[in-house]
């Protein structure tokens, strides 16, 4: 017999309807957290940042693709990296079938990583995704939007990430993922991480995960917003549908996989 409790039809709809004021509230808050995004002030972007992409190299400019606005998933997927990262893998496998949604809500929408663009075409061909994916290469775009790092920066505490400084890394790199949440039980999730890119520890977090949004205005590229760690969490739609589940997110350490390396059984 179960262990958790149980209860009438009617009980289970008194205890709904209160769950439902929570809700509503909550859809509330985050109708007005979107209107104050959309509120922040446009910070100008004059430098040249050049990426390479399936159409040849290409501006920041040239990302929008003829729309007025560009949102870019930073995805971590360094120059040492066998394959991209799993939780950023996990997250594209959600977005990957909404890319045409946004371009035709004039809405641009590329992936880019620091990883050679011929490595980020075969791993997307590996996928089987088709949303844009630009290289930014030893550009300084991965840099300046906060998302990479240096191999000193890491060791002496010079890291800046989701806008708050990260004290040196600890050696061995060991039982903390790059946003710094330990799962339930997991002596070392990171580094399973890290082994399924084929890297280290070090190595792997040097790179980070994030999202920035853009405007084209009369010409000008405007950066309007970015979010990282924990930030991301409601884009990750894979825990949008654990949290609905009975059991929710049920985690004990690191379970997530690329998509084509689970048992199919």
């Not at 990260?166 to 060991?174: G, H, T």
Request: aromatic share 12%.
């Amino acid at each position: 017999m179960t262990a958790h409790a149980t209860g009438t039809r009617e009980e289970w709809l008194a205890a709904r309807l209160d769950l439902l004021k929570a809700e509503k509230e909550l859809t509330r808050m985050s109708d007005a957290l979107a209107r104050r995004r959309q509120e922040l002030p446009w910070v100008r972007i004059d430098k040249e940042y050049r990426f390479e992409t399936d159409a040849g190299s290409a501006s920041l400019k040239d990302l929008f693709r003829g729309r007025s606005q560009l949102l870019v998933y930073h995805f971590m997927f360094g120059p040492d990296y066998t394959a991209g990262c799993p939780s950023c893998s996990s997250i594209a496998d959600g977005f990957n079938g909404i890319v045409v949604h946004l371009e035709n809500h004039d809405v641009a929408f590329s992936a880019v990583s620091r990883a050679p663009l011929a490595k980020l075409q075969g791993f997307r061909e590996r996928m089987g995704w088709s949303f844009p994916w630009a290289s930014s290469n030893d550009g300084d775009f991965n840099r300046d939007f906060s998302v990479w790092f240096t191999a000193d920066e890491q060791r002496e505490g010079g890291i800046e990430y989701n806008y708050r400084r990260e004290p040196p890394a600890p050696e061995p790199l060991a039982g903390k993922t790059v946003q710094e949440w330990q799962l339930k039980g997991s002596e070392g999730p990171v580094a399973q991480i890290a082994a399924m890119t084929g890297t280290d520890i070090a190595t792997y977090t040097r790179d980070r995960p994030g999202v920035s949004a853009f405007a084209l205005d009369d010409g000008i590229v405007y950066h309007t917003y970015s979010t990282y760690a924990r930030g991301l969490d409601g884009l990750w739609g894979m825990y949008q549908w654990l949290d609905r589940a009975p059991l929710g997110r049920n985690e004990s350490g690191v379970w997530w996989r690329h998509h084509d390396r689970y048992d199919r059984g």
